[in-house]
């Protein structure tokens, strides 16, 4: 079982930063993908990123196309957290975003166990 909880959402200006904690709880959060997706008002929860530890030590990330560029995903395993760094906000990415972990590094939020519960992004223009 692993707990998740994130932080590091609120306002920010059009243009300007937040980084977004995903901390894990129970089990190695490294163990597992880890994806971040976001819901905005009235619409469904889509993926924007994730990263993957391969079993070599090194990991990999995938992003939607709409944050590549102004988003990165990053862990520190010692802290058993991962994050979202994002730059460039746009009122556009106003949203709920949650992180997830799971076994396969997919961008179907179907495949992922685990969910925390959410965090607010608020982008005013």
């Known amino acids: 079982q692993v707990q998740l909880v994130e932080s590091g959402g609120g306002l920010v200006q059009a243009g300007g930063s937040l980084t977004l904690s995903c901390a894990a709880s129970g089990r190695t959060l490294s163990d597992y993908a880890t994806g971040w997706f976001r819901q905005a008002p009235g619409k469904g929860r889509i993926f924007v990123a994730v990263i993957k530890r391969w079993s070599s030590g090194s990991s990999s990330t995938n992003y939607a196309d709409f944050v590549k560029g102004r988003f990165t995903i990053s862990r520190d395993n010692a802290k058993n957290t991962v994050y979202l760094q994002m730059n460039s906000l746009k009122p556009e990415d106003t949203a709920v975003y949650y992180c997830?972990?799971?076994?396969?590094?997919?961008?179907?939020?179907?495949?992922?166990?685990?969910w925390g519960q959410g965090t607010q992004v608020t982008v005013s223009s």
């Open positions: 997830a972990a799971g076994t396969i590094a997919t961008m179907d939020g179907g495949t992922y166990t685990y």
